[in-house]
């Protein structure tokens, strides 16, 4: 009798022990039972803890999808875990695998350099890494990568191996998918540049100013000195009137230049504060000046190989006028608070409504900075001195501002036209721009509905104009009409939004502009920020 029991000790401690018991003859005819007791606990947690540590495994081996495997050399019969017979496709209750079946899940065309990877591995007793295919039943492909270790006996030579196979077919496949779609981007990409660069060429051939409205000799005489001076790299200075176009002239300068993939960085020198100007045009390294809490990049530095506009280059102040002639001498500077020399290749266009030459003889513009600027000068002329390109400016506003603002404007009354032909446009094209679209806005039908008693024909030489320039008289009342017409079309706005600044369906948005955009101007014009009586 051999037998396995509990039994409790006299401290009531619990053992397993083993009972091994036979009769034994007595006096040749009486038999006694000798058993022999043995305790086993011990062997029994020991036999626990292995079953606990290979269920384990087994369940780690499932999660991973990897297998454990041993290979003898000699016989080639083989040892696979539970999670090894799972991932090739077999029964784990079935015969043991042998090297034959192994290679006969082997895809065909893997199987010469699986078989050469042991042979090889064998002979120079080595570890080994592989990928391979293998074929299932159904005819499915599945990746396999594995690991091999040779154990090698007392004689030297490598008695088996011991190893892992996982299953990464999953991985193989995300890694073609990636690849496949990395391919039908490249190809979305090269089909995007190539359209890109028709849509270009199209547009090219189709008007190369297309912005810029007008067919009038004057502007035809403008839009040729464009031609002639975007191929070089000069300094150009626009002339002209406030509301002309100025910053039209100097982006189609610099699209038409081979600077034109480049970036184009302007600046107004008159809205920013004196103080401000110098860090505007050159950066400033942290810790600078109060309130420098972070180093800033300059516009010369942002606008290396592309090009600078510089509208009201007037205003900058006689300090700062060297350090500009010098990065057009030297193209050279340095940030503030910074002792090292940067460099830049930016073109400079600049443009002003002041007579600069008048400002050098009145020693408030360096002559050095003026004639260094003056390398090409073009002079914008007054929208009055190019009534024949009113009617086409007029139609292009119309039919902008009605399919931004979505109305049906499509016809302009001649007496309107007429009213808007002969009228003096002291703001240019700026004032013709906010006058049609304050029309566009009150406009409730498809007729243009112009304000024309405001409009009334002035002469220009009414004794108050000298050489083509408006006295100060005349330029206040341009600023005031400016002012008044855009005063009335945010008034107007305001109201059709109930006096709703944000938002998407804000006055701001309507208007095209940001919500801080609209703020400062209504401050500046006087409109509350809420309907009052006024």
Same mark, same amino acid.
Request: contains cysteine.
């Given at each position: 009798m051999n037998v396995e029991t509990i039994r409790r000790r006299k401290d009531g401690k619990l053992?397993?022990? =083993?009972?091994?018991?036979? *009769?034994?003859?007595?006096?040749?005819?009486?038999?006694?039972?000798?058993?022999?007791?043995?305790?086993?606990?011990?062997?029994?947690? #020991?036999?626990? %803890?292995? %079953?606990? =540590?290979?269920?384990?495994?087994?369940?780690?081996?499932?999660?991973? /999808? @990897?297998?454990?495997?041993?290979?003898?050399?000699? @016989?080639?019969?083989?040892?696979?875990? %539970?999670?090894?017979?799972?991932?090739?496709?077999?029964?784990?209750?079935? *015969?043991? *695998?042998?090297?034959e079946t192994f290679l006969r899940r082997v895809h065909p065309e893997d199987q010469g350099m699986v078989r050469d990877t042991f042979e090889n591995s064998t002979v120079r007793r080595s570890d080994f890494e592989i990928d391979y295919r293998i074929t299932m039943d159904e005819g499915t492909v599945r990746h396999i990568h594995a690991?091999? /270790? *040779?154990?090698?006996? #007392? =004689?030297?030579?490598?008695?088996?191996?011991?190893? @892992? /196979?996982?299953?990464?077919?999953?991985?193989?496949?995300?890694?073609? #998918?990636?690849?496949?779609?990395? $391919?039908? +981007?490249?190809?979305?990409?090269?089909?995007?540049?190539? $359209?890109?660069?028709?849509?270009?060429?199209? +547009?090219?051939?189709?008007?190369?100013f297309q912005e810029i409205v007008g067919k009038s000799d004057a502007l035809r005489r403008v839009l040729a000195q464009v031609e002639t001076v975007a191929a070089t790299d000069s300094t150009v200075l626009i002339y002209g009137e406030t509301g002309t176009g100025k910053e039209l002239i100097a982006r189609a300068i610099h699209d038409l230049s081979e600077r034109r993939a480049r970036a184009f960085v302007k600046l107004n020198c008159a809205a920013i504060p004196t103080g401000l100007l110098e860090s505007e045009l050159f950066g400033h390294e942290k810790g600078a000046f109060t309130g420098a809490v972070a180093q800033r990049i300059g516009r010369f530095e942002l606008a290396n190989q592309g090009t600078v506009f510089l509208d009201e280059i007037g205003e900058i102040p006689l300090e700062l006028q060297p350090k500009l002639l010098r990065v057009l001498q030297e193209r050279e500077f340095e940030r503030l608070g910074s002792s090292r020399t940067l460099r830049t290749n930016a073109r400079l266009i600049a443009a002003t409504n002041s007579d600069l030459s008048a400002m050098v003889e009145n020693g408030k513009f360096r002559s050095d900075l003026f004639y260094r600027l003056d390398v090409f000068p073009i002079h914008l002329p007054p929208l009055r001195e190019r009534k024949e390109d009113i009617p086409l400016l007029v139609r292009h506003f119309v039919q902008h501002f009605a399919r931004r603002l979505k109305r049906n404007v499509d016809s302009i009354p001649p007496a309107t036209m007429t009213a808007l032909r002969e009228y003096h446009w002291p703001g240019n094209i700026r004032e013709l721009q906010n006058?049609?679209?304050? #029309?566009?806005?009150?406009?409730?039908?498809?007729?243009?509905n112009v304000a024309t008693a405001d409009l009334k024909p002035r002469n220009p030489l009414n004794g108050r104009e000298k050489n083509g320039e408006l006295q100060i008289a005349d330029l206040r009342n341009a600023r005031r009409a400016i002012d008044e017409s855009e005063r009335q079309q945010i008034l107007g706005v305001l109201e059709q939004t109930h006096w709703t600044v944000a938002g998407p369906n804000g006055a701001a948005s309507r208007l095209g502009i940001k919500r801080s955009t609209l703020q400062y101007r209504m401050r500046r014009l006087g409109i509350p920020s809420k309907r009052e009586s006024f």
């Open positions: 053992l397993t022990v =083993s009972l091994v018991a036979a *009769p034994v003859s007595v006096d040749g005819d009486r038999s006694e039972i000798y058993g022999i007791y043995r305790d086993i606990t011990g062997r029994k947690q #020991a036999e626990e %803890r292995l %079953r606990r =540590s290979e269920a384990y495994l087994a369940e780690g081996q499932r999660l991973s /999808h @990897t297998g454990s495997w041993a290979r003898c050399v000699s @016989t080639g019969e083989l040892y696979w875990s %539970r999670e090894s017979f799972r991932i090739f496709g077999l029964n784990p209750e079935g *015969p043991s *695998p042998t090297s690991l091999g /270790h *040779p154990v090698i006996n #007392a =004689s030297g030579e490598v008695s088996e191996f011991v190893g @892992t /196979h996982m299953d990464v077919t999953e991985q193989v496949e995300s890694q073609a #998918a990636l690849k496949r779609a990395m $391919e039908q +981007i490249k190809q979305l990409r090269d089909q995007l540049y190539q $359209e890109n660069i028709a849509l270009r060429e199209e +547009i090219d051939e189709t008007s190369m006058v049609i679209e304050r #029309a566009v806005i009150v406009s409730t039908g498809s007729v243009l």
